[in-house]
Every structure is written in structure tokens, then in C-alpha cells.
T-cell receptor, first 116, second 118 residues
Framework: GAGVSQSPRYKVTKRGQDVALRCDPISGHVSLYWYRQALGQGPEFLTYFNYEAQQDKSGLPNDRFSAERPEGSISTLTIQRTEQRDSAMYRC??????????????FGPGTRLTVL | AQSVAQPEDQVNVAEGNPLTVKCTYS??????LFWYVQYPNRGLQFLLKYITGDNLVKGSYGFEAEFNKSQTSFHLKKPSALVSDSALYFC????????????????FGRGTQLTVWP
């Protein structure tokens, strides 16, 4: 079956512009996660959703970052007034959302964001 | 605080030899541990996870990992390496005490680049 998809795969923008990154999770997956991965580092947690509810946004670095998942499926991560330090790979993951055992997160290919 | 350490940035091994990629963790309780692999221009792929029970966990592509609570380690192993195993490997931990749920954030190490030469 189809895995997690993300679009665009690559995004180049100018400093000060807003960007929206999209994530389409695996069908039937309740939980959706966003991570950011700088070059040479492991992914760092940003936020996650169960259905449409944002459960934890403590990883969002500042108020320029926001995320939504209005219908409990596709999610959008928005970065307003982008800065060069926002350049990174943005990864989305989804999981079944069962609480009976620790959930496995399945990752998409990522969006490479470059802010000039 | 939760953290994961992968002490080796790079591991090089000859094809056919056993390989080990090291991981140590720090969490307040009993951890949930994961290994992921990243191939160039691809997403992170799940390899295996430890939840409870047998300390030796078997996963995809012939990989296995051994949980050692006393050493707080979860090293990834494979008896006989293949050139196609060359990739970037990430260890990750879930802290069960983190919001008291089985869901939620993973804490990742920095990754270890594995190179298997013919």
C-alpha cells in the first residue's frame, strides 16, 4: 500500500516568505508527527496529532511555526516569515495510534526546505 | 532528560563480516527503543523495535538488536554485512513516562554512517 507522502519534495524560498509543507499519512493512521532534521543531525520532534487534535506542540521552535490537520488526515506545516535558519529537511511520520503497545512511526520522504 | 547517543559517526566493515552499530540511551524509566535506516534521497525506514521481553530483537533485512538494561545500550547487529546495507542508521527512544502514553515523540541520535566495502 501507499506510504506517507510529502509535498513538495524540495522547496526553495526567499527569506521573509511563508511556506506550507504538506503531509499525507498512511490511510487509516490516526497519529501524525512532524520532525525537523538539520544536516548531520537526527530528526527533532516538532509536533503531533491524534485525529485532528494537536496533542503536543512543545517542539515548535517559535510562533512562526504552526501545524494543522483539520479533517484528521492530511496535515500542513506552515512557516511564516522564513529565516535562513529554518533551512532543513522536514519529515512527517504517521502511526496507527493504538495505545495498546508502543506505536511504530512510518516516515515520508521529507521536504527539503532551503531559505535564501 | 531523554537522550540517545550514537558514539560513532562512521562504521566501516568488509562485506561478509559481522557489523555492530552502537547506541546508548538515557530515559527515566524502561525505554521503548527503535532503529531506523535512511538511504540517500529516501525517508527513514523502520528496522526494529524493543518494547519488553526478550532482549534480542529481530528485524528487517537480517538485522537484530540487543537490549542491555545495565549498560543502557541497544546496539544494532548483523552477522554478515552486505554492500547494500551501506546507509545512515538512526537509533531512537520513546520514554514511557513522557506524557504517560505509548504515543508521542521519538528522541533520535545523530546517526551512524555505515559503509560496507566489497
Amino acid at each position: 500500500g501507499a506510504g506517507v507522502s510529502q509535498s513538495p519534495r524540495y522547496k526553495v524560498t526567499k527569506r521573509g516568505q511563508d511556506v506550507a509543507l504538506r503531509c499525507d499519512p498512511i490511510s487509516g493512521h490516526v497519529s501524525l508527527y512532524w520532525y525537523r532534521q538539520a544536516l548531520g543531525q537526527g530528526p527533532e520532534f516538532l509536533t503531533y496529532f491524534n485525529y485532528e487534535a494537536q496533542q503536543d506542540k512543545s517542539g515548535l521552535p517559535n510562533d512562526r511555526f504552526s501545524a494543522e490537520r483539520p479533517e484528521g488526515s492530511i496535515s500542513t506545516l506552515t512557516i511564516q516569515r522564513t529565516e535562513q535558519r529554518d533551512s532543513a529537511m522536514y519529515r512527517c511520520a504517521s502511526s496507527l495510534g493504538t495505545e495498546r503497545s508502543p506505536d511504530t512511526q512510518y516516515f515520508g520522504p521529507g521536504t527539503r526546505l532551503t531559505v535564501l | 532528560a531523554q537522550s540517545v547517543a550514537q558514539p560513532e559517526d562512521q562504521v566501516n566493515v568488509a562485506e561478509g563480516n559481522p557489523l555492530t552499530v552502537k547506541c546508548t540511551y538515557s530515559v527515566s524509566g524502561n525505554p521503548y527503543l527503535f532503529w531506523y535506516v535512511q538511504y540517500p534521497n529516501r525517508g527513514l525506514q523502520f528496522l526494529l523495535k524493543y518494547i519488553t521481553g526478550d532482549n534480542l530483537v529481530k528485524g528487517s533485512y537480517g538485522f537484530e538488536a540487543e537490549f542491555n538494561k545495565s549498560q543502557t545500550s541497544f546496539h544494532l547487529k548483523k552477522p554478515s554485512a552486505l554492500v547494500s546495507d551501506s546507509a545512515l542508521y538512526f537509533c531512537a527512544v520513546r520514554d514511557p513516562a513522557d506524557r504517560g502514553s505509548t504515543l508521542g515523540r521519538l528522541y533520535f541520535g545523530r546517526g551512524t554512517q555505515l559503509t560496507v566495502w566489497p
